[in-house]
């Protein structure tokens, strides 16, 4: 588990990347839905930024 904590974080970045715009966009949901960490949740609305996916983007997160 620690290294999720360490180096994961670029690895789970890199993984994002590859995923298509609608699979972002349903993990995003779901991982609101579920009231996943924070911090997932947080990288996954970088990466719909990164897109410039701004749409998805729910109001309080």
């Known amino acids: ?4 904590q360490g180096g994961a974080s670029h690895s789970a970045k ?4 590859q995923l ?3 699979l972002l966009v349903e993990s995003y949901n779901k991982a609101q839905e579920l009231e996943l960490n924070h911090d997932f949740i947080k990288m996954i609305e970088e990466e719909l930024v990164r897109r410039g996916l701004y ?6 997160s």
Do not use: A, H, R, V
């Not at 588990?1 to 999720?4: E, R």
């Not at 890199?14 to 990347?17: G, K, L, P």
């Not at 749409?55 to 309080?60: H, P």
């Open 1 to 4: 588990m620690d290294d999720f």
């Open 14 to 17: 890199t993984i994002m990347e």
């Open 20 to 22: 298509s715009n609608q």
């Open 55 to 60: 749409q998805f983007l729910k109001e309080s």
